[in-house]
């Protein structure tokens, strides 16, 4: 069994090579069944499995939103990839640090099949969701410029400073930004549609409930909103109510389209098939160094 900590996943991950494997995993893998999630004492966890290409896959992740007063990630728990014949674990890896990557490989994805065109990248948030969308655009799609804005000032400015962009106001962001990626915990919309530029793709990331980034004028305008999965994006998020139509990542992929509005959103909550490509890509990339002896 391989076991990775956070920095042994983060040193691991090729995100263009994590990309193609998002793809590969939505378009041949069965429907993952609901994730189950408790709420306790203002913190949540949820568990997410599912299968395909050969394998299980179970993460137990957990948003503690206490946990940074102590030192510790907002998002913490374990991911398991396991033989579905033997039932070994063959993988554990530190969830935290995987659901960043898959995350923001799926957004990279989803604004590559919205039509991306690079310039100026717009990162609301300067946690770890921020800085590795920011990270896995760069590598998966390029940008020009990138601008980042933060509830607090000096976070926007370090993460910033770490990326070789600059702090910007939301307004600079919502008026300059060729795409944006909201990944925040606010319970208010940080995404406002009437200060979108045409042409603009948004991607929003907070998820559950009661997170909630984009308004309803933002889903209005996008008029087709894309999405990780439909019955997540229903039972975990408020934002899809305003969209004419919902197309998910893996139908887009098979060639399926709806009718854009003047500017185009993505809405994810996490997909359990995302984990399985996350698993995955960190297996074949240990197995090609390191194999694995049963």
């Known amino acids: 069994m391989y076991l990775l900590s956070a920095a042994e996943v983060n040193a691991l991950v090729e995100p263009k090579a994590l990309v193609k494997i998002i793809e590969r995993v939505l378009i041949g893998s069965p429907r993952p069944p609901a994730r189950v999630a408790v709420e306790h004492r203002g913190s949540w966890l949820g568990v997410m499995p599912a299968a395909g290409e050969g394998y299980y896959v179970v993460k137990i992740v957990g948003v503690f939103p206490e946990a940074p007063k102590h030192g510790l990630p907002l998002v913490r728990g374990t991911l398991f990839l396991i033989d579905p014949v033997r039932g070994d674990i063959l993988l554990e890896a530190d969830a935290g640090a995987a659901t960043a990557w898959r995350t923001a490989a799926a957004t990279a994805l989803a604004l590559r099949l919205m039509g991306y065109r690079g310039g100026t990248l717009g990162i609301i948030g300067a946690g770890v969701q921020g800085e590795h969308h920011a990270k896995v655009i760069k590598e998966a799609l390029g940008y020009e410029e990138l601008l980042v804005n933060s509830r607090t000032r000096a976070k926007a400015e370090a993460l910033a400073a770490k990326l070789g962009g600059r702090a910007a106001s939301l307004r600079e962001i919502h008026e300059r930004a060729d795409a944006i990626v909201a990944a925040t915990t606010s319970t208010e919309p940080v995404i406002r549609g009437e200060m979108l530029r045409p042409g603009t793709l948004v991607a929003s990331v907070g998820a559950p409930k009661p997170v909630m980034e984009l308004d309803e004028a ?3 305008r996008s008029r087709c909103l894309l999405v990780d999965s439909e019955e997540g994006v229903k039972g975990e998020s408020e934002e899809w109510r305003s969209a ?10 098979r ?13 994810s909550v996490g997909y359990a098939l995302f984990d399985l490509a996350i698993a995955l890509h960190l297996y074949e990339r240990l197995r090609e160094s390191q194999p694995l002896v049963m």
């Open 255 to 267: 060639g399926e389209v709806c009718s854009w509005g003047d500017v185009r959103a993505y809405k």
């Open 244 to 253: 004419e139509a919902l197309l998910e990542l893996s139908r887009a992929l």
């Open 218 to 220: 933002t889903v209005k």
